[in-house]
């Protein structure tokens, strides 16, 4: 039972939560991240982002009075070397292929088309899109008015992304972007093309950065307009260094995650609601949030406003993955046969936004340039106390000690200090 309530304020989940989901999609979380030697946050938020383009506009989440669809846009912060690109890589393996066959049919369908023009032409229903223009984007969005599938907008590196919204067109082009993830219907008029509308687009996107550039993307007047305030950052507070190892993926856990794709590349459409024990999780996280307002920045603001809205997108695909249902001799998932989601679920879910409300106020110092000092090198370390202090009251056995290195090392760094050269006290 999951324990959710205002004095979790106190101590947010340093942690993305993973306890309320089903076993096995626990399970592939922790192995993933076990043999990537990375974050859960970044498994977990990945696995997100993905079943939330699978499910696309199938599955909707009412709560009442407004619906939504489970589209995010996920960011994974850390330092380069980090190891935040290759899980994600892995998991996207399955959509990869697919989109490798979809385009094989494509191809195939516009060889006969060419041959019979008075065919409709075929249209590539993608997954996946990378290096992609606006106008590439919107024309692949206009193409999909009459399908409910997601489209998932994947990019390594995340700074690259938005380093080339308005480089083809400064006008519109962002507060697009806003109507996307709000999943408002708008028109796209340009001189050189034909004006195209289009209509209730769903669009999830992934991708990572590194700290020390994200103030050059994601800039202050991004979130001035709430831009930055759409997006979950998973941001952990402690990242091990990975270090070489031979372990590898297992068979079962690879073919557990190919089993729930395909299970859900072919969902069929469903509309969630809330039990009332759920709703009233819902309302007490909503009103709390709402009145925690008036404390708290305009950038924070916004942040929990639309955590309001994500709580309930993310609590669809928790939904999803939490099914407890037998799968069946052999298979490792299930969807849900009921569309009620439980006090639990939105438990979770709370619990989930009370990580991302934890990581984007973290972000809120590289918005707004108030940077983390990177950590001193141990030999600035070194002659910083001897600056301080002075050689002759350094013990440099004890001093070594501390700070895991050899006598030879701190006696080195110290003799390289001009003033110190050649007055025999670090023998």
């Known amino acids: 039972m999951l324990d959710i309530n205002p004095h979790s304020l106190d101590s947010p989940p340093k942690e993305l939560p993973i306890?309320?989901?089903?076993?096995?999609?626990?399970?592939?979380?922790?192995?993933?991240?076990?043999?990537?030697?990375?974050?859960?946050?970044?498994?977990?938020?990945?696995?997100?982002?993905?079943?939330?383009?699978?499910?696309?506009?199938?599955?909707?989440?009412?709560?009442?009075?407004?619906?939504?669809?489970p589209n995010f846009w996920i960011c994974h912060v850390a330092p380069s070397g980090s190891n935040k690109s290759s899980p994600i890589k892995a998991l996207m393996e399955p959509m990869n292929r697919e989109e490798s066959q979809r385009y094989k049919e494509y191809r195939e369908k516009m060889k006969e088309f060419k041959k019979n023009s008075e065919e409709e032409e075929p249209i590539l229903n993608q997954l996946t899109v990378s290096d992609v223009t606006p106008e590439g984007l919107y024309k692949i969005l206009d193409g999909r008015a009459g399908s409910k599938d997601g489209l998932l907008l994947y990019r390594d590196e995340i700074k690259g992304f938005i380093d080339d919204m308005g480089r083809y067109h400064n006008s519109g082009e962002i507060s697009n972007y806003l109507s996307i993830w709000d999943g408002t219907t708008f028109p796209v008029t340009r001189k050189t093309q034909p004006p195209i509308y289009i209509e209730n687009p769903f669009l999830c996107m992934m991708g990572g950065i590194q700290p020390d550039v994200f103030g050059d993307a994601f800039k202050r007047e991004l979130a001035g307009i709430g831009f930055v305030q759409r997006w979950l950052f998973a941001y952990p507070d402690m990242i091990q260094r990975a270090l070489y190892?031979?372990?590898?993926?297992?068979?079962?856990?690879?073919?557990?995650?190919?089993?729930?794709?395909?299970?859900?590349?072919?969902?069929?459409?469903?509309?969630?609601?809330?039990?009332?024990?759920?709703?009233?999780?819902?309302?007490?996280?909503?009103?709390e949030t709402i009145e925690r307002t008036d404390d708290l920045n305009s950038y924070l603001a916004s942040m929990l406003s639309k955590l309001r809205i994500h709580v309930l997108k993310w609590c669809a695909v928790t939904h999803v993955l939490a099914c407890t249902d037998s799968a069946g001799a052999g298979q490792f998932f299930a969807l849900p046969s009921s569309n009620v989601i439980s006090a639990e679920e939105m438990r979770y879910s709370v619990q989930c936004m009370r990580y991302f409300e934890y990581c984007g106020s973290k972000v809120l110092t590289l918005v707004s340039g108030d940077v983390t000092v990177k950590k001193p090198t141990k030999e600035q370390l070194i002659k910083e106390l001897v600056s301080l202090v002075g050689v002759d009251k350094v013990n440099i056995t004890k001093f070594a000690e501390g700070m895991g290195v050899s006598r030879q090392y701190v006696s080195k760094v110290i003799n390289r200090l001009p003033k110190l050269q050649g007055c025999g006290c670090c023998g």
């Not at 970044?42 to 669809?69: E, M, P, Q």
């Open 245 to 287: 190892s031979e372990t590898t993926l297992e068979t079962a856990y690879v073919a557990a995650w190919n089993e729930i794709f395909t299970k859900l590349l072919t969902i069929e459409d469903r509309e969630l609601t809330l039990s009332p024990e759920a709703k009233q999780v819902y309302i007490d996280y909503y009103n």
């Open 19 to 69: 306890q309320a989901l089903r076993y096995e999609v626990q399970k592939i979380i922790e192995h993933y991240a076990e043999v990537y030697q990375c974050p859960k946050d970044f498994i977990t938020s990945a696995v997100f982002g993905i079943v939330g383009t699978l499910c696309g506009r199938h599955v909707t989440i009412f709560d009442g009075k407004y619906r939504n669809h």
